[in-house]
DNA sequence: AATATTGATATGTTTTAACACATCATAGAA
DNA sequence: TTCTATGATGTGTTAAAACATATCAATATT
């Protein structure tokens, strides 16, 4: 059903959407095809280490392999490395407002 | 030079020798050829997420994404679940002895 | 010396991710 | 409505992982 972990899809999902990326635009960011992405995120492709970790560069992100029981404190830590912001790169779209203004 | 990280690959081969596990062993517990896990090991290949996971399931590792910012402190977190055991699967060959004894 | 185990390599085949496209429906904005 | 951006999907091609298998040079082990 999904070759990859749920965590690792949901993250990467969820760091994009943070970002404030599209899907083209992480594309044109890591050099991994929008289309792939797409599958990717939608879980349907066992993909590459390399395609991996060229997302998750983009995407402020690193993989890495942990003892299992040293799982739920990494998720903790994850967790609460998540709300707290103090470097969040938004990327403000703010406003195109591109060319002729006359309005 | 390597497709994959130098975290995981280390703990990779720090952990297959931690188990006790020759590269046949854990090839035929993790379902990847042994010439794979050599390469594999050797940094070689550009594999696939799926046989990460395969050859991570049998070592008791996980594999996860994580934010950058909150790189350091989950390998410490790693760094300190290293050296105290308590659940070590040292697996003890324990000298086969098999068969005809006979000398 | 003979045997077995280890990790590294090699070859030939099959499978499939990655790629470059292009298209499509939906949703928002002009 | 028209235009644009989004995510999802499809097709054909290419490069490469995954595979089975075999071999090899070093170490152990007997």
Redesign the interface.
């Known amino acids: 059903m999904s ?3 749920d ?2 899809l949901e ?2 999902r969820e ?1 994009r959407a943070r970002k404030g990326f599209s899907q083209r635009e992480l594309s044109a960011r890591s050099g991994v095809p929008q289309s792939h992405i797409s599958k990717i995120e939608s879980g349907g492709v ?5 395609s ?2 060229a997302l ?1 560069r983009v995407l ?12 739920p ?2 998720k903790s ?2 967790r609460s ?2 709300g707290h912001d103090e ?1 969040e790169e938004q990327v403000t779209p703010a406003y195109s407002l591109d060319g002729d203004a006359d309005e």
């Open positions: 070759y990859i972990t965590q690792i993250s990467l760091a066992d993909l590459r280490v390399s991996l970790i998750a402020d992100l690193e993989l890495f392999v942990a003892p299992k029981k040293s799982v404190a990494i830590i994850i490395a998540k470097d």
